[in-house]
């Protein structure tokens, strides 16, 4: 007898929200890196000054892809939260520095970049951390409303 593995098991732990929750995560950490980074910290300045609109959208778009397709291809999106341990939260980490490595590479060499390496760096930090503290969050809520049930 062969089994076969159950596809409707896992796209039913896939929930749309955790996408469009960790969507709009990697839109406002780019919103506050790109545009309000630069015109408060003088070191990026240089960057701000040099970019337009569209350049920034596209920043976003490309950031928002990489991490997201890494993610997903790391498993992150099939996994349930509330039961997310140590190494469901690495996963998210290192998908992130992949992703990072990624939208570096696109962004210096095909885009001709003219952010700093440590505006990038700043960019992907800050949407791994905001990502573990709403996954950590989520499951303590969750946790919490388990423990008043009983």
């Known amino acids: 007898m062969r089994i076969r593995p159950n596809k409707r098991f896992y796209w039913s732990r896939f929930a749309p929200g955790k996408l469009a929750l960790d969507a709009g995560i990697i839109l406002l950490s780019a919103a506050a890196v790109f545009w309000l980074l630069p015109g ?12 337009t609109f569209g350049q920034k959208a596209l920043h976003t778009l490309v950031a928002l892809a990489t991490i997201l397709s890494c993610r997903f291809l790391v498993g992150s999106y099939g996994r349930s939260w509330s039961r997310d341990h140590l190494l469901g939260l690495l996963s998210i980490g290192i998908s992130d520095m992949v992703a990072g490595v990624v939208y570096y590479v696109i962004t210096e060499y095909l885009m001709q970049s003219v952010y700093p390496f440590l505006l990038t760096f700043s960019l992907f930090a800050l949407i791994c951390v905001v990502s573990l503290f ?7 809520v969750n946790e919490a409303a388990q423990m008043t049930e009983q």
């Open 40 to 51: 408060n910290v003088a070191f990026f300045n240089l960057a701000s000054v040099h970019t």
């Open 134 to 140: 709403a996954r950590l969050l989520y499951r303590g």
